[in-house]
Structure formats: structure tokens, C-alpha cells
């Protein structure tokens, strides 16, 4: 077990180089959020872009096109039918985010076969929220394991490992990430990723009044956001879970509830002074 510490973020976070434009951070394309749960995907989209993607869409139910547009002028954004427009941000992409508020519909369905079937080898996948119950339910098999990231909570893992809560140990978490080949980030109380990479690491952050909802919805694109921009590997991930619960602890100090906004509004303070104390 490795124990995730500042050290992460100093590792990770960089400057962002003089010479620069909006390719050099990323492209992430962000799938999610139908008409009952938009909400998850623009808390998705707002932590990817405040944690300083380049350039991030939004693939969404067009209820939801206004709200994001309000809130996050930044984003482009698509409608779940627009197929051949989808096809074509989805070949650009560096990071594709699916999942969150996606819903378990047909619709549902067919964005995440598509996704599954269009990645290619040197993009990453993130499957958060519903798609992970998807991809449960219908046996889907990964085309690129390692780069692929799943970020269940404990119920969403019991759907994709088979392994009940009581289970859910060090020992066996890691046979049955072994066995998908994937990169798992375990949210809970204390979250742990899975990686072939190391035996697993450990967050010793977090608290209780980041227990509200759209705060995995926030972790994944933050996690998408870091992919986007740094190296592409499983310390980037641990920097962006240990950021995260460092930012929520901090403002739990003030507030009795920890709202995954405000963790997004603090991101981009964060990321300048871990980048200026790296330097």
C-alpha cells in the first residue's frame, strides 16, 4: 500500500508552459446528465474545466444545454442525438468521461457501446456513475484496459467485481482489478485506487460533509481535467482523488456541508499554488 500525500500534487502539477495554446491541456469530451439528472454532468464539467482542461464538450439531453451554457460559457456542448457529430468529437478527444447522470435507457446504452467500440489506443476512458451499472449489466469487455479508469462507489463495485460489501477487501479489490485490467478508483470513506502499477494506493483524506450528492460526479472531472493536461498515468489520477479530499477537508473546516461547487470554484487557486511551490 502506498499512502497518497502532498508530495502527489507536487509531482503531477506543473506550470503551464509560456508557449502554449488550448491543445497543449487537453481535449475531454464529457458524456452524461439526461433530463432527470443534468446536474451531474454540468458538476462533472465544471470541475474538468476549472481544474484546467483545454477544451472540454459536453454531450448531454438538450434540457440540459441551457443550464450549462449559463454556468459554464466555456463548454461546447452537443444533444445525445446528434450521432455523426458525437462520432466526430469522439475521434478528437484525448479523455472521454462517460457516465454521470447518464441515465439507464436505450439512449443510455447506445452512447456507451459507442464509446466502448470507438476508443482508440491512445485516448483514456473514464466510466463513472450509470455507465458502470451498463456496462455491469450487459458484459461489456474493454477494447483498452489500461487506460481505462472505472470510479464506482462500494454498490457500483459490487456490480462490476461480483464481490459483496463484506468483501470488498485490499486483497480481493485488487484480484478483480487485475482481472479487468482497468484502473479502479474505490470511492468511499477513504478512497483507493487499484492499479497494476502499484499495489494500490490509499487517500487518508476526506470527511463527512463531502457527503453530498454530485461529489463523485465532481472527482471524475477532476480526474478527467488532470488526464487531460499531465501525464497519463495512474499518479495523475492520485493527484487528482488526493486533491480533491485536500480541497473538502479545507473547507470543512468553515462549513458544516462541503459542496462539490465549491470545491470546483477552489480548483483554480489550488492548482496554481501547487504549481508555484513546485517551482
Known sequence: MTQLTNEILHQVITSRPENSHKGTFGRAVLIGGNTQYGGAILMSAEACIKSGAGLTTVITAEKNHNPLHTRLPEAMVLDFSETALIHDVLKTADIILIG???????????????????????????????????????????????????????????RLSGLDFIHQTDENNRAKQVLLGAKIVLK????????????????????????????????????????????????TIGAAVYLHSLIGDELAKENYVVLPTAISSALPHYMKKYADERN
Not at 121 to 130: M, V
Not at 216 to 235: C, H, P, R, V, Y
Open 100 to 158: 454521470p447522470g447518464l441515465g439507464l435507457d436505450k439512449d443510455a446504452l447506445s452512447l456507451l457501446k459507442q464509446t466502448l467500440k470507438n476508443q482508440r489506443q491512445d485516448q483514456w476512458l473514464i466510466i463513472d456513475g450509470s455507465a458502470i451499472t451498463l456496462f455491469s449489466n450487459e458484459h461489456f469487455s474493454l477494447n483498452y484496459p489500461a487506460q481505462t479508469v472505472f470510479t464506482p462507489h462500494q454498490a457500483e463495485w459490487e
Open 188 to 235: 468511499s470513506h477513504r478512497t483507493t485506487i487499484y492499479d497494476e502499477a502499484v499495489a494500490y494506493y490509499h487517500n487518508p483524506l476526506g470527511n463527512p460533509g463531502m457527503a453530498t450528492g454530485g461529489m463523485g460526479d465532481t472527482l471524475a472531472g477532476m480526474i478527467a481535467g488532470f488526464l487531460a493536461q499531465f501525464e497519463k498515468n495512474i499518479d
